[in-house]
T-cell receptor, first 113, second 115 residues
Framework: AQTVTQSQPEMSVQEAETVTLSCTYD???????LFWYKQPPSRQMILVIR??????QNATENRFSVNFQKAAKSFSLKISDSQLGDAAMYFC??????????FGQGTELSVKP | EAGVAQSPRYKIIEKRQSVAFWCNPI?????LYWYQQILGQGPKLLIQ????????DSQLPKDRFSAERLKGVDSTLKIQPAKLEDSAVYLC?????????????FGPGTRLTVT
């Protein structure tokens, strides 16, 4: 069975600084997708970034980028130039070949002005 | 394009009562998902529909939870009778189809409190 682990329950960053959120996963599949979702207090799940496992190039979306290490089964999210609006719960998620999304426990990010 | 709609947004019931949640997916999306998100945890898939057929309900507590998707569009999730541990946010999501490359779009969720 696939599992996703986020070892940082809480993280804090100063506005305009950079922060990295960690995620590891376990799977025996060779092809899959990985995602980072943002969940503000409204509870709406917002897709931040996605990575296809067969692509070696790390995904980037504006201030958000990932460090995907397939052999190590690691998928970290880097947020550059942090903004107050980035404060939220962040979930790492694995999508298996059957389409099922498996979420980690989440990391609560706070941004200090 | 309208997003995934859910209602109600909040519901408070007493244990042993029944409750139903409604979800309307994005138009044209064949696959619909219900997730349960307990406070402090990530969402957990309860059931996945492809059109009006069930693809995965392995984590649905079938003794008290039921779900249907009539006509392959709207879906309802029911809990009867509710327990205290059912307090959670219930998220509905939809995607064009169930393949792993298709993005899931989430609704705003229904926050259930069981007292």
């Amino acid at each position: 069975a696939q599992t996703v682990t986020q070892s940082q329950p809480e993280m804090s960053v100063q506005e305009a600084e950079t922060v990295t959120l960690s995620c590891t996963y376990d799977t025996s599949e060779s092809d899959y997708y990985l995602f980072w979702y943002k969940q503000p207090p409204s509870r709406q799940m917002i897709l931040v970034i996605r990575q296809e496992a067969y692509k070696q190039q790390n995904a980037t979306e504006n201030r958000f980028s990932v460090n995907f290490q397939k052999a190590a089964k690691s998928f970290s999210l880097k947020i550059s130039d942090s903004q107050l609006g980035d404060a939220a719960m962040y979930f790492c998620a694995y999508r298996n070949q059957g389409g099922k999304l498996i979420f980690g426990q989440g990391t609560e990010l706070s941004v200090k002005p | 394009e309208a997003g995934v709609a859910q209602s109600p947004r909040y519901k408070i019931i007493e244990k042993r009562q029944s409750v139903a949640f409604w979800c309307n997916p994005i138009s044209g999306h064949a696959t619909l998902y219900w997730y349960q998100q307990i406070l402090g945890q990530g969402p957990k898939l309860l059931i996945q529909f492809q059109n009006n057929g069930v693809v995965d309900d392995s984590q649905l507590p079938k003794d008290r939870f039921s779900a249907e998707r009539l006509k392959g569009v709207d879906s309802t999730l029911k809990i009867q009778p509710a327990k205290l541990e059912d307090s959670a946010v219930y998220l509905c999501a939809s995607s064009l189809t169930g393949g792993m490359s298709y993005e899931q779009y989430f609704g705003p969720g229904t926050r259930l409190t069981v007292t």
